[in-house]
């Protein structure tokens, strides 16, 4: 079997793109992706699904074999004009709101108003994942940790977008990673706020992060990976968010 590097393949919105055949095939090869990588770590009841993702943007790091790429690496974003559009809600404000805390929802709520008074999109980033039978292999790991801020940043770049929110899992400690990127836990009256429990996942805990403006470190990622960005895969159509704006 003839195997060639890592290729960039990003699904915009897969609802509005379901008769593409290569859209179909790599949207399942995500969900296997995500059910490996989700999997074992958590309870059977845990999906690591949710209907956010038929119409989120998947920025998939693929590996082609005979001609036929499979999704190696993955994450994804939600706007928050397309949550709007589609009568969503963010999955990062669901869970400020299950964890029934009070300054995380008020802070998650601060955001959004102030992005929809700015008219400046807001951007959510989850679902981070790598296949746990190639997380040993240093170079592609690498390779995808500076993709996932490399193509961040880009979208900061070419979009209307103010600011991005995340959250980390502190048991995998993706806090210091999302930390060398430029997120900081988000804040209320000027105060770093704690992990809340993300309550779908047995109360693991969960560190509600935000950025406004990437650190030096993503810019290097982003020039060093510009390249692949370049000449990845775009699977995308005329949106219907921005036709209704």
């Given at each position: 079997m ?7 393949v ?7 793109n379901?008769?593409n ?22 309870p059977?009841s ?36 397309r949550?709007?559009?589609y ?7 669901k ?5 029934r ?17 700015a008219?400046t ?9 790598i ?29 209307n ?11 995998f ?12 836990p988000?804040?209320?009256?000027g ?5 809340v ?9 969960v560190?509600?992060?935000h950025?406004?403006k990437?650190?030096?470190?993503a ?7 510009r ?12 949106l ?6």
């Amino acid at each position: 079997m003839k195997k060639t590097g890592l290729e960039v393949v990003t699904i915009d919105n897969f609802y509005e793109n379901l008769q593409n055949p290569l859209a179909q095939e790599l949207f399942t090869g995500l969900l296997l992706l995500r059910a490996e990588g989700y999997g074992p770590d958590y309870p059977k009841s845990f999906l690591p699904y949710d209907v956010v993702d038929f119409v989120a943007i998947h920025h998939l790091f693929c590996i082609r074999e005979n001609q036929k790429l499979t999704p190696v690496g993955a994450f994804r974003q939600m706007l928050l004009s397309r949550a709007d559009f589609y009568k969503l809600t963010l999955p990062i404000y669901k869970l400020a709101k299950e964890s029934r805390s009070e300054p995380h929802i008020l802070a998650v709520e601060k955001l959004i108003k102030s992005h929809r008074g700015a008219k400046t999109d807001l951007l959510y980033s989850s679902s981070f994942t790598i296949k746990k039978t190639l997380r040993g292999e240093r170079h592609l790991t690498d390779t995808i940790k500076e993709l996932v801020p490399a193509l961040t940043l880009h979208d900061l770049k070419t979009h209307n977008i103010g600011s991005t929110l995340g959250g980390s899992a502190l048991r995998f400690k993706t806090d210091s990673l999302f930390e060398k990127w430029g997120y900081s836990p988000i804040q209320w009256n000027g105060v770093p706020l704690p992990p809340v429990k993300k309550v779908s996942a047995e109360n693991e805990l969960v560190l509600i992060m935000h950025f406004e403006k990437m650190k030096p470190y993503a810019e290097e990622c982003l020039n060093k990976q510009r390249s692949l960005i370049e000449n990845r895969i775009l699977i995308s159509t005329a949106l219907p968010e921005k036709a209704a704006a």
